[in-house]
């Protein structure tokens, strides 16, 4: 952090003193030999890259989950993509589900990933939270059979699991660091691994595009992500910001307060997305209402809304699923509405190609500051008419039989899961909803 200062402090007296600078245009995306200038035929092509990599990290990582392993070897295909700037994080969110003879599971999986300095080498550190849901496939006595038998669900976090940038990119392993022992899910002490590969790096700073895909949350309420300081105020700000920080300093010296220069080194920004509904959207159903609004935090946890920033903020649905509303500033809220008309019923197809997995349809929130733009893609699933699928049509029961009867049932396209219960009526038995 003092190296960082100490540039950005040169660059303020260059400036002030109208020394003449040279202005450079900011790095474009570029592959790993190339950036290093290594020729890939070369026969230490990669050992001189692990060591140029070493000497001087990345600015800017863009890495891509390739593949996910569960305990028992069972490998899921990934495709996610993650962005994330020298000194900063990013978070990303997907599903996974897997099968082996033993174990049935879905996991919902959130990452966050901090790109620091180790010394003078590139580190990566890695915080995990798995939702687990499924089932094990265990004897059952009083059955006399083996049967799926559902496991209570549970979350798992870790933090900071620890790797060393290399060109090869790495693992990451899903811990169970809060997991009981005796955890009825008979479940490893790892939950899985996911291999990321390195897919392009930039070398320097210069204007920050940060794009992350999310699903939606299950339930109402709010998110919130961070959002680069050099995006919010661009090269120019953060050079402000340190004169400010030294201004303080040098006042708190000659017996002044240091207050305010603690405050400016520290601030964040973060952007609160909230929603009054969950991660689905009904085919017809009236307009539902997302807000996004920036936050400014100081190095003391005080929060401040930022309006000025929020009317910076675009709502909007590129995949041409959802009516979106133009949106419209509301205090601190920049605020939308979105709307599946009847007719999307014939847009599957093109539903299918969302980049955001497993989501149906996508809606969007892009920030653009002074040093670039931060978007974030937020996943919603497309729902239809609410339907109660039987297992059978008929089935036959002995009308002097006082044993009971079970039917098998699936319910599809609810919101909120209902009570269901079985009514008799006039020589039929009705399946009724509340």
């Known amino acids: 952090m003092r ?26 995306w570029q592959d790993l030999y190339k950036a290093y200038k290594i020729d890939p035929a070369n026969s230490k092509a990669e ?6 990599m070493m000497e001087k990290p990345p600015q800017m990582l863009a ?13 899921v295909a990934l495709n996610d993509e993650i962005t994330v700037e020298l000194g900063e994080s990013a978070s990303h969110s997907f599903k996974v589900e897997f099968e082996d003879s033993s174990v049935r599971a879905k996991y919902d999986i959130d990452v966050t990933v901090k790109y620091e300095k180790d010394g003078d080498s590139g580190c990566l550190l890695w915080d995990t939270r798995v939702h687990c849901a ?15 038998v559902a496991f209570p669900e549970q979350t798992y976090t870790a933090t900071d699991n620890c790797g060393l940038l290399s060109w090869t990119g790495s693992y990451v392993t899903l811990k169970t660091h809060d997991r009981d022992p005796n955890d009825p899910k008979n479940l490893p002490g790892k939950l899985g691994e996911l291999r990321f590969e390195i897919e392009r790096v930039k070398m320097s700073r210069g204007p920050v595009s940060i794009f992350i895909n999310q699903s939606a949350a299950e339930t109402a309420g709010e998110t919130s992500s961070p959002v680069a300081t050099a995006i919010v105020l661009g090269v120019a700000g953060l050079a402000a910001a340190a004169v400010g920080t030294a201004a303080g300093a040098a006042g708190a010296s000659a017996g002044g307060s240091d207050t305010e220069g603690k405050e400016e080194q520290g601030t964040t920004y973060k952007m609160v997305l909230y929603k009054d509904f969950g991660d689905r959207i009904r085919m017809g159903d009236p307009p539902v209402f997302v807000q996004a609004r920036m936050v400014e935090v100081t190095a003391r946890g005080v929060e401040t809304e930022r309006p000025d920033l929020a009317e910076q903020i ?16 509301t205090g601190n809220t920049m605020q939308a509405s979105a709307q599946l008309p009847k007719q999307a019923a014939n ?24 040093g670039g733009v931060f978007q974030n893609n937020v996943g ?13 049509d008929k089935f036959p029961i002995l009308a002097t039989s006082a044993e009971s009867f079970e039917l098998g049932y699936e319910l599809i396209d609810f919101i909120v899961e209902p009570k269901v219960e079985l009514v008799y009526k006039s020589d039929l038995f009705e399946l009724k909803t509340r």
């Not at 890495?63 to 490998?75: A, D, M, Q, Y």
Request: proline fraction near 5%; include cysteine.
């Open 314 to 329: 675009e709502i909007f649905s590129a995949d041409n699923i959802l009516n979106v509303s133009a949106p419209a500033l």
């Open 347 to 370: 847009s599957r197809a093109a539903i299918s190609t969302s980049p955001v997995r497993p989501a149906d349809a996508v809606i969007s929130f892009r920030f653009t500051g002074e």
């Open 134 to 148: 499924g089932a094990n496939y265990q004897y059952i006595p009083s059955a006399h059979t083996s049967q799926w």
């Open 380 to 392: 919603f699933k497309i729902i239809g008419e609410s339907q109660i699928k039987l297992a059978a």
């Open 3 to 28: 190296k960082k200062l100490s540039a950005i402090l040169l660059l303020c007296l260059i400036l002030t003193l109208g020394m003449p600078i040279m202005a450079f245009a900011a790095d474009d």
């Open 63 to 75: 890495l891509r989950i390739v593949e996910f392993t569960s305990p028992s070897g069972e490998v």
């Open 47 to 52: 050992y001189l890259l692990s060591e140029k």
